[in-house]
């Protein structure tokens, strides 16, 4: 049989587990990136060697890129991160139209602004919201729409891992929020060229994971999102909670989630939406049109036995169309956060996690008199320890006992 292929662009975060999945199948795995080197806040996933051949478009047309591509006769590609997104829509347009999402509206699965825009004209509730890069402009927005004196949201129109999302309080002057937005370059290696405005979800958020095959959509996990907040920040994780697929919020999400992957062109692979479910009903917060990032994949297996990674091997290769999940046990991930920056003198006090009744794994970059970063965002947490088994009530007393050992938690902060 001749040589098969399977082309990733931006396979970086969860998209490098990518090419070990298809390599299992028999596919040698390609990688395509935008330049040759991967994005810095996720350089450390990206792991060139275990790709047969990387692709680079660097200064060149997407068009040219393209035609180097068809040496591999792709009949589908798929977008490793949410860098990759816009750049495979594009290859993909010119290599194997119909196979995936239409290049035309990828600003919609891509942009926060557009998202909304999206919305607005498919009809479904969403979060009010404006987007541009005139301060006077939002100011004025702000004040037509009586946020003012109320909590609302700043951050990047098209960045990730909750970078620079910036909670404003009555009265607070979020003029400086702006500035720092503003010229940026994000964790997607982009600089914002624009600042959102948005009104302030109040509810539980939710992430739903899903994977779409010829514009049917099926569920992957569910999961409810505890965050923190700590100053002007407030997307510091907490805890990642799977939820039953008859669970009742799950119930009331899945059909809005649906509609919005129809309204943002969703026809073909994975979505990443994250909902805020408010006293009026689901709101969008954002979609990704790639998998979950970070080690999602790997608890989502421990969680049901099944990933969005899985559902991709299963769709491109076999044809399978999956349309919901079990919840297999009950698991958590906890999320531990650095209040501040500094030197981190005591991580000996973590040091029985592993003796928790449902503890299944950890991860601890950091220890005893290593400097740490304040944690922020999804990106500069200090460790996370996953907790699963079939007594729910156990891993609640698990990560509570977790939660009061992170409260001990004491940095040294060092003067700048």
Known sequence: MPEQYAVLVEPISTGQEYAEAFRAEGLTPIAVMTSEQAVPAFAHTWHPENFAKVHVLGERSVAELAEELRQYDPRWLVPGSEVGVELCDALTGILCPDSGNDPRTTLDRRDKWHMAKALERAGLPHLRQHCSADRDELDAWIAE???????????????????????????????????????????????????????????????????????????????????????????????????????????EIRPYVFAVLDALGVRNGCGHSEVMLTKHGPRLMEVGARPAGGGHQMITRMATGDSQIARTIAHRLHGQFRPGYELRQHLSAVFISSPAAGIWRNGDIFDGVDALPSFIAKHFPFGTGDPVPASDDLVTFLAWVILAGPDADQIEADYQHIRAIESRIDIERVPS
């Open 145 to 251: 729409q009586g946020l003012a004196g109320g909590r609302f949201v700043v951050k990047p129109p098209k960045s990730a891992a909750t970078d620079d999302v910036h909670l404003i309080r009555p009265g607070e002057d979020w003029h400086p929020v702006f500035d720092r937005i503003l010229g940026k370059i994000n964790y997607g290696g982009l600089r914002n060229e624009a600042v959102l405005v948005q009104e302030y979800a109040e509810g539980t958020e939710f992430l739903i994971d899903t994977y779409s095959v010829d514009g049917r959509h099926g569920l992957v996990d569910v999961c409810r999102y505890a965050k923190a907040r700590r100053d002007d920040r407030i997307g510091i994780y907490e805890r990642v909670q799977f939820l039953a697929p008859d669970d009742p919020d799950v119930e």
